[in-house]
């Protein structure tokens, strides 16, 4: 028995149960020795949106919510994002360790060799409708890629494992590319082995008839340090889809398209883009107290603000906002910023912010970089899945080596009907039921 335990009182019973506690946490199953009656299951916990339940342990991301810390594998975001690069975050993130030169040449090599798709990926985009929002596309034709490679399968093999972080990893980029050229109805631009992993993204967005596209080296830095600071964010929603999927031991594309989907919600990674299409709809500086107001009576929620972790400031947010002025200077100021900032201004210095503890999070200010690198609205959820991807593949990784790894299967608390006989369709139209309208 640890030392540390928490003794709980049946008040009923008048029964004392002593109940381990390890890493700050009991476990739940411990509970279940406490039991209602002779026959009883056993006691549960309930925990809607798990906001106090940890579903895993885990050696990948810490965040300090209260102190406004992010860390990968114990390295602190602020230090990533000025001195290291995505890819090599990337293979930090899955590994455990920063590569040496001769990893990182391995590695870079790998990645930059993986980026073609089949050519019948192509077939599918045309599939599409010509306005299908690419983040929908991009959930398919991540999944459909499992047909592709049905040694994907092979979950037990860690080789094979391996193998598909370096796919995936390399092709998220291609995929999302294409979707947004599909969409404009411009020739695909196919990868380009010369140029690093944002600048080929970059190059395959925009290339036009050029031979050879140079990316801009302030904006191939900026989504560089946007794509670190993306890389992975413990068990967020599409975290916990991806671990939640892939316990069922599917492949892992098919994991990757139920975590994109999960992404995709505005809650999520669609948040960046709905703080632009918030900024649009509020148009003026003027029109700002008036949003705020509707905020505050709960007819709106103000996007980018607010996170179920961070309770003093996003880090990834400040470092954003460093990044911003950057891109600017390059590419000219946001007509929206002021917009921006001055909700900004209001909200943390207004009670009902304050008081939620609701500070600007990473997708506040991403979209209007995003915006301004020249990228359309609705791309802006894939360019968090691309670099997000490297998160989800560790995760899974570490979910499959855990040897306390289940099929995620939650508890519910029943508060149906209680039995009852089927009743025939010619005896269901009785006055009671007219009168209560069912
Ligand atoms: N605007 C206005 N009020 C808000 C906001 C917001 N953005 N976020 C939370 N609140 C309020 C809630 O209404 C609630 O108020 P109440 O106590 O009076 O009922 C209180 O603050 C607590 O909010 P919860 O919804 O319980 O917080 P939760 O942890 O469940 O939600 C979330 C976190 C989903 C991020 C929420 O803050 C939100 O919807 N933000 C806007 C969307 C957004 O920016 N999402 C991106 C998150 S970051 C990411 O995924 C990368």
Request: with cysteine; net charge neutral; hydrophobic share 40%.
């Amino acid at each position: 028995m640890p030392k540390d335990t928490l003794t709980i009182t049946d008040n009923r019973t008048g029964k004392s149960y002593e109940i381990p506690i390890q890493n700050g946490t009991i476990r739940a199953l411990d509970l279940r020795q406490i039991k209602m009656s002779q026959e009883d299951f056993g006691l549960m916990t309930y925990d809607p949106a798990f906001t106090n339940t940890a579903a895993c342990k885990s050696a990948i991301t810490y965040i300090d919510g209260d102190k406004g810390i992010l860390n990968y594998r114990g390295y602190p975001i602020e230090q990533l994002a000025e001195k290291s690069n995505y890819l090599e975050v990337a293979y930090l993130i899955l590994n455990g360790e920063l590569p040496t030169r001769s990893q990182h040449e391995d590695w870079v090599h790998q990645i930059t060799t993986h980026t073609l798709l089949h050519e019948n990926i192509k077939k599918f985009m045309e599939g599409f409708w010509h306005d299908a929002h690419p983040m929908g596309m991009l959930v398919s034709t991540v999944g459909a890629l499992s047909t592709f490679y049905p040694d994907a399968k092979e979950i037990t093999n860690p080789e094979s494992r391996r193998w598909q972080s370096v796919r995936l990893i390399a092709k998220m980029p291609t995929l999302a590319a294409f979707a947004y050229r599909y969409s404009i109805g411009r020739p695909y631009a196919y990868p380009d082995n010369e140029l690093s992993y944002t600048g080929n993204f970059l190059n395959m967005m925009f290339k036009l008839t050029e031979l050879k596209y140079r990316p801009t080296p302030v904006l191939e830095r900026a989504l560089d340090v946007l794509f670190i600071l993306h890389a992975d964010h413990e068990q967020n929603c599409s975290t916990s889809a991806m671990r939640g999927v892939g316990s069922s031991q599917v492949d892992p594309y098919s994991a990757v398209a139920a975590a994109t989907a999960a992404l995709y919600g505005p809650l999520h990674g669609g948040a960046n883009e709905m703080v632009i299409r918030m900024l649009r709809e509020i148009g003026s500086l003027a029109r700002v107290p008036e949003f705020i107001k509707r905020v505050k009576a709960g007819e709106r929620r103000l996007m980018g603000f607010g996170h179920r972790v961070y309770k003093n400031y996003d880090p990834r947010a400040r470092i954003i906002k460093e990044m911003a002025d950057q891109v600017f200077v390059e590419m000219g100021k946001n007509s929206l910023l002021e917009i921006a900032l001055e909700l900004e201004k209001i909200a943390l210095e207004d009670e009902y912010f304050v008081s939620r503890k609701l500070y600007p999070n990473v997708d506040f200010y991403s979209g209007l970089i995003y915006q301004s690198m020249g990228f359309p609205l609705d791309l802006f959820p894939s360019l968090f899945a691309i670099p997000r991807t490297a998160g989800w593949m560790a995760q899974w990784e570490e979910m499959l080596r855990d040897p306390e790894t289940k099929i995620a299967r939650p508890r519910q608390i029943y508060l149906g009907s209680p039995p009852r006989n089927y009743v025939p369709i010619a005896e269901r139209e009785t006055p009671g039921r007219k009168a209560a309208g069912i």
